[in-house]
């Protein structure tokens, strides 16, 4: 059905890539493409099939169109860095050709997490006849489409959403993170928020924490976040009156995390070290576990997630909708664990459905602005099936 350029070759491209290698019949032609073009290659020669392998530097919009050019993609999906994003979206529409990414824009210096950057290319790309669709990963993604689903079919008016986002895994090591440290780090250690009656609610990082008992995992401590696809899920719900984002944390994760961020090596801010600069979060980044060796060791499952609660037919109700993972499971298929695998086989279905025609069409879109039936349907198919629960009403 068409060739698709894949940008990144980290934990989440190493899924894509695999994933998408596997459907012949809808991505004809792959180009896996990175700053380091032997992780493509490696990644390359463990597949059942040829793809294309190319070094890029998607920081460079020029760089990014000429590869584009060279290669003649329907569609980039982009699963670099958030930093990498605005690069390649303006690629994208200087050479007209389709836009998927899994994490929204973030300048490297200010932690943004915000759509601001990337929702002005609606225009643009409407009027270039060329989609981009944003954040389909998990968590920006599949909670989104979870959300819509809901909307459609259980749902007059959603009132409370609470996104429960649960990693029972474990890697051994004292500590880790599960995707890449620098963005991970940058999301907890900032302030929570959520959105409640119209407005954004602040809390000091970490400040609010609960217990929740998740199907399959069983009870853990869950602390509230802000989170991406809140952003978007306030514009789009119809009647909703709250959405929170909660994350599990282990105690000894936060112990660790605490030392780090006491001591200024969770710090972005440069400083200067025996006559060169560095950024103490980057250092540190160098010296934790590589994420993509964790695969072989982690061990336990992950449930992520939706409680959703409004109306229905005059009535209220709750229900629970979520995903769980096993970690041991994904890397005896892909060669990742559960938190790659999870945004890696959401980013191959929103790109299956565009280059398929199912969800195609021209301007910039989240996950829940477009029909949630095809994409639940393939979760299904592709390794994330979901589940459903009633819950009771307090
Ligand atoms: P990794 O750090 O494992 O991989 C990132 C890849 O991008 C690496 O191959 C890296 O190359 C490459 N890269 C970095 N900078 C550039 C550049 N300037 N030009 C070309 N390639 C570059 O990250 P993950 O795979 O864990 O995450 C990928 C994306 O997925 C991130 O944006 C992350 O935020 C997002 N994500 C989304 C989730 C969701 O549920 N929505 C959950 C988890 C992650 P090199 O190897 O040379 O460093």
Redesign the pocket.
Same mark, same amino acid.
């Given at each position: 059905m068409g060739k698709v350029l894949i940008?990144?070759?980290?934990? +989440?491209?190493n899924v894509v890539v695999r994933k998408c290698a596997r459907t012949p019949e809808t991505f004809t032609d792959i180009c896996l493409a990175?700053?380091?073009r032997e992780?493509c290659d490696r990644i390359a020669a463990d597949l059942d099939r040829p793809i294309e392998t190319a070094q +890029?530097?998607?920081?460079s919009k020029a760089e990014v169109a000429e590869l584009i050019r060279r290669f003649g993609p329907d569609l980039v999906i982009n +699963?670099?860095?958030?930093?990498?994003d605005l690069a390649i979206m303006d690629a994208c529409l200087e050479t007209g050709v389709d836009y998927l990414d899994?994490?929204s824009y973030e300048p490297p210096d200010v932690p943004a997490f915000t759509y601001d950057w990337q929702w002005p290319y609606d225009e643009p790309y409407r009027k270039a006849g060329i989609m981009g669709l944003l954040?389909s990963?998990?968590?920006?993604?599949v909670t989104n489409v979870f959300c819509a689903y809901a909307q459609k079919h259980f749902f007059d008016e959603i009132h409370y959403v609470d996104i429960l986002d649960a990693n029972a895994g474990d890697h051994g090591y004292p500590f880790a993170t599960n995707?890449?440290p620098e963005?991970n780090i940058r999301e907890i250690s900032a302030k929570g928020r959520y959105w409640e009656n119209g407005q954004w609610v602040e809390t000091e990082p970490l400040a609010l924490k609960e217990t929740y008992d998740f199907p399959e995992i069983g009870p853990k401590d869950i602390y509230l976040l802000y989170h991406e696809e809140m952003e978007s899920l306030v514009k789009h719900l119809k009647g909703l009156k709250r959405i929170r984002f909660w994350m599990t944390f282990s105690e000894k994760y936060l112990t660790h995390l605490n030392v780090l961020q006491n001591v200024g090596m969770t710090s972005i801010e440069p400083v200067e070290f025996e006559g060169r600069k560095i950024v103490p979060l980057q250092f540190l980044k160098a010296i934790l576990p590589d994420?993509?060796t964790l695969g072989p060791r982690t061990k336990g499952k992950t449930n992520i997630g939706c409680v959703i609660e409004g109306i229905k037919d005059g009535r209220r109700k709750k229900i629970h909708i979520y995903n769980v993972c096993d970690h041991q499971e994904c890397y005896g298929e892909v060669k990742s664990q559960a +938190?790659?695998y999870?945004?890696g086989v959401p980013a191959m279905i929103g790109a299956m459905l565009m280059l398929e025609g199912i969800w195609k069409k021209p301007g910039v879109f989240n996950m829940e602005q477009l029909d949630p039936d095809p994409f639940m349907e393939r979760l299904n198919q592709h390794g994330l099936p979901w589940k459903t629960r009633e819950l009771p009403l307090e």
């Open positions: 940008i990144g070759a980290g934990g +989440v491209g990175s700053r380091t992780k +890029v530097d998607a920081d +699963v670099a860095l958030p930093y990498q899994t994490a954040g990963g998990f968590d920006p993604g995707f890449n963005i994420p993509g +938190v790659s999870t945004t």
